[in-house]
């Protein structure tokens, strides 16, 4: 067994709390071995983050000692026990600087350098920067992380995802022999998080040691030890492997629901939010950057929507358009009937602030005031409610999100979990009818992002559009709609919900090839025995697939409506038309995937080759056995 790297003997850090005190952590005694990937799961404000922090040094121990050790294996002489919380500030930063990678949640990047300045900053600050091989060593690590193609744009002009594998290229610029990791794949879509994960395995196999926070579950069988902590106290978990962690994850699509009318029979109210061909082109050294094209989108009240895509597609880019943060380069935001572009800084500002609640994914929560203060922000300055009733209005909301008892802690006093329910709570200060959320649950455990979303979905009742951006699968199925983005563009829903299994630039690439058909009630689609030439995707309305007896009378197969599919038994098997199709009553709409791009799709998907293949089967042995049975 290899060697303690570091050792924590009787740790325990308090915190005042009033005239009390509050333990974040009760007397821990953990080592933490050379070459190991250990996992730390617990909810919100159990002490995961003030765990790591003791061990970096950036929060004086309470009681007990923290001993870092390195050297070579073959013998004690040879190695260094370094007492952490007995260095003086300076040589903390040293010893921090050359030991220790740290990944925080918020990335801390610097916004006025370039991703590769950033990088190169742990070097510079320990006096080891060299012109030449510093910039390769950032190159390298931006090139790991999948971000080269980035180096030279700011912060401002990349996704919270990207930020997110730059601050771990960062870590890893002064080659750490210990690598801290606080939720560093919370704010992450799957593949990316995936990327991440093999990133510190390679590591650990090259002799790192990786200490990594997480609320994620199916984390588990990839670290090789998990540590819980529950109220400050650690204890060690059983490495279990759920069949639900095996299986891919697909996320489940829902279309946009159709506009109702009103309970008198009147028109549908106006939409919540409409944008018309809106674009988003960033400029720097790198050249230009195209975060949106073409945007098309209308969201009605009422709705509960989710935003998904990987790090990088332009999700929170359409957020900042819709919030009036950031203007779009072309194109039309109407929000509530309000062109909000036409307004100026100052008008948008607060009209924002009375129409709109926003839940930023780094709580942007101010420091010096508590949490009922930062509630009560939004409300005092749009002159909302009597100034009396606002304490009380703030510390109800806090209730909601399970934080009435830290209503007069700072924010540096609680948890980074309980910090986004606050953000949440002074989200909805103003009362809001539009809610926009960029992660709210990211950095969350299961049961306070339950309380969150069960929030979300009451809201959404009451009337409200509630716009969420999220790498959750389990999210999207809760949602009403979801909106899938890739390299700046909208994903067709009827396509997604078709091939779930394809990647978003497959999905992409089928939305902008296929051909749009309509057809009248009755007509013919495809004829028994004809070739086919299309895989088809109906996307509105209902087709009948039909075959015909020994008397040549039609027997109904299926009935097939929106995000259903056929021509897959032919294009997979057949070759020819094995059933009449034609458009029921009402008619049908339909998307029509050409031949080549279809066998295209599938050949880079085989989780999409094999569910054609199954359904092909499926229903050319349902087809034979009702031939049978005439």
């Given at each position: 067994?290899?060697?303690?790297?570091?050792?924590?003997?009787?740790?325990?850090?308090?915190?005042?709390?009033?005239?009390?005190?509050?333990?974040?952590?009760?007397?821990?005694?953990?080592?933490?071995?050379?070459?190991?990937?250990?996992?730390?799961?617990?909810?919100?404000?159990?002490?995961?983050?003030?765990?790591?922090?003791?061990?970096?040094?950036?929060?004086?121990?309470?009681?007990?000692?923290?001993?870092?050790?390195?050297?070579?294996?073959s013998g004690a002489q040879n190695k260094s026990v370094v007492a952490v919380h007995h260095l003086n500030e300076d040589r903390l930063a040293q010893w921090?600087?050359?030991?220790?990678?740290?990944?925080?949640?918020?990335?801390?990047?610097?916004?006025?350098?370039?991703?590769?300045?950033?990088?190169?900053?742990?070097?510079?600050?320990?006096?080891?920067?060299?012109?030449?091989?510093?910039?390769?060593r950032a190159l390298e690590l931006l090139d790991m992380v999948e971000l080269a193609q980035h180096a030279h744009k700011i912060p401002a002009h990349i996704s919270g995802g990207q930020k997110q594998r730059v601050a771990i290229a960062r870590a890893l610029v002064n080659d750490p022999h210990l690598l801290l990791a606080d939720e560093p794949t919370g704010n992450l879509d799957t593949v990316t998080a995936e990327t991440i994960l093999k990133i510190f395995e390679k590591l650990v196999e090259q002799g790192k040691t990786i200490l990594m926070v997480t609320h994620d579950a199916s984390f588990a069988p990839r670290f090789t030890r998990r540590l819980q902590i529950v109220d400050g106290l650690v204890s060690a978990l059983d490495e279990t492997v759920t069949e639900a962690a095996r299986r891919p994850e697909v996320i489940t699509v829902k279309s946009p629901a159709p506009p109702t009318a009103t309970a008198n029979g009147g028109e549908a109210p106006a939409p919540a939010i409409i944008l018309r061909n809106v674009e988003k082109i960033y400029e720097n050294a790198a050249g230009k950057f195209h975060a949106l094209k073409h945007i098309n989108l209308q969201l009605n009240y009422g709705q509960f929507i989710s935003i998904v895509g990987k790090s990088g597609c332009g999700k929170s880019t359409l957020l900042n358009m819709v919030t009036g943060i950031?203007?779009?380069?072309?194109?039309?935001?109407?929000?509530?009937?309000?062109?909000?572009?036409?307004?100026?800084?100052?008008?948008?500002?607060?009209?924002?602030?009375?129409?709109?609640?926003?839940?930023?994914?780094?709580?942007?929560?101010?420091?010096?005031?508590?949490?009922?203060?930062?509630?009560?922000?939004?409300?005092?300055?749009?002159?909302?409610?009597?100034?009396?009733?606002?304490?009380?209005?703030?510390?109800?909301?806090?209730?909601?999100?399970?934080?009435?008892?830290?209503?007069?802690?700072?924010?540096?006093?609680?948890?980074?979990?309980?910090?986004?329910?606050?953000?949440i709570a002074r989200a909805l200060a103003t009362d809001p009818s539009i809610i926009l959320a960029d992660e709210p649950t990211g950095n969350l455990d299961s049961r306070s992002a339950e309380t969150v979303l069960k929030l979300f979905e009451d809201l959404a009742c009451q009337g409200k559009t509630i716009l969420i951006?999220?790498?959750?699968?389990?999210?999207?199925?809760?949602?009403?709609?979801?909106?899938?983005?890739?390299?700046?563009?909208?994903?067709?829903?009827?396509?997604?919900?078709?091939?779930?299994?394809?990647?978003?630039?497959?999905?992409?690439?089928?939305?902008?090839?296929?051909?749009?058909?309509?057809?009248?009630?009755?007509?013919?689609?495809?004829?028994?025995?004809?070739?086919?030439?299309?895989?088809?995707?109906?996307?509105?309305?209902?087709?009948?697939?039909?075959?015909?007896?020994?008397?040549?009378?039609?027997?109904?197969?299926?009935?097939?409506?929106?995000?259903?599919?056929?021509?897959?038994?032919?294009?997979?098997?057949?070759?020819?038309?094995?059933?009449?199709?034609?458009?029921?009553?009402?008619?049908?709409?339909?998307?029509?995937?050409?031949?080549?791009?279809?066998?295209?799709?599938?050949?880079?998907?085989?989780?999409?080759?094999?569910?054609?293949?199954?359904?092909?089967?499926?229903r050319l042995n349902e087809n034979r056995r009702r031939k049978t049975d005439q």
């Open positions: 067994m290899s060697h303690p790297i570091i050792q924590m003997q009787g740790v325990t850090k308090t915190y005042p709390a009033g005239a009390q005190t509050f333990t974040a952590l009760n007397n821990v005694t953990l080592d933490i071995r050379q070459g190991e990937f250990l996992g730390i799961t617990g909810k919100s404000g159990a002490g995961k983050t003030t765990l790591l922090n003791m061990i970096s040094g950036v929060s004086e121990l309470s009681a007990g000692e923290i001993l870092f050790h390195w050297g070579n294996e921090r600087g050359e030991h220790l990678g740290i990944i925080y949640q918020s990335f801390e990047l610097m916004p006025t350098l370039s991703l590769l300045e950033n990088v190169m900053l742990p070097p510079d600050f320990l006096g080891a920067y060299h012109p030449i091989t510093t910039k390769k950031d203007h779009p380069t072309a194109g039309e935001v109407i929000i509530s009937g309000e062109h909000i572009y036409h307004m100026s800084e100052s008008d948008r500002a607060l009209w924002r602030g009375k129409n709109m609640g926003v839940v930023f994914q780094f709580f942007q929560l101010i420091p010096t005031l508590s949490l009922l203060e930062n509630t009560m922000l939004p409300m005092d300055y749009c002159n909302l409610y009597p100034f009396k009733e606002r304490p009380a209005r703030a510390l109800e909301l806090l209730k909601m999100v399970g934080l009435e008892e830290q209503a007069e802690k700072l924010p540096a006093a609680v948890s980074s979990g309980q910090q986004q329910c606050a953000a951006v999220t790498h959750d699968p389990s999210i999207t199925e809760r949602t009403d709609q979801t909106i899938i983005l890739s390299d700046g563009e909208i994903i067709d829903p009827i396509v997604a919900r078709a091939l779930p299994y394809l990647s978003h630039p497959q999905m992409l690439t089928a939305t902008k090839t296929a051909e749009k058909r309509k057809a009248a009630p009755g007509q013919v689609i495809l004829k028994l025995g004809e070739a086919v030439e299309y895989f088809f995707i109906v996307t509105n309305g209902e087709v009948n697939v039909v075959m015909e007896d020994k008397f040549h009378c039609e027997v109904a197969l299926a009935r097939l409506g929106p995000g259903q599919f056929f021509g897959e038994v032919e294009l997979m098997q057949e070759g020819h038309a094995v059933a009449h199709v034609h458009a029921a009553e009402d008619g049908a709409e339909l998307a029509l995937i050409p031949k080549s791009l279809f066998y295209e799709l599938i050949d880079g998907s085989p989780l999409t080759r094999r569910h054609m293949e199954e359904t092909a089967t499926t």
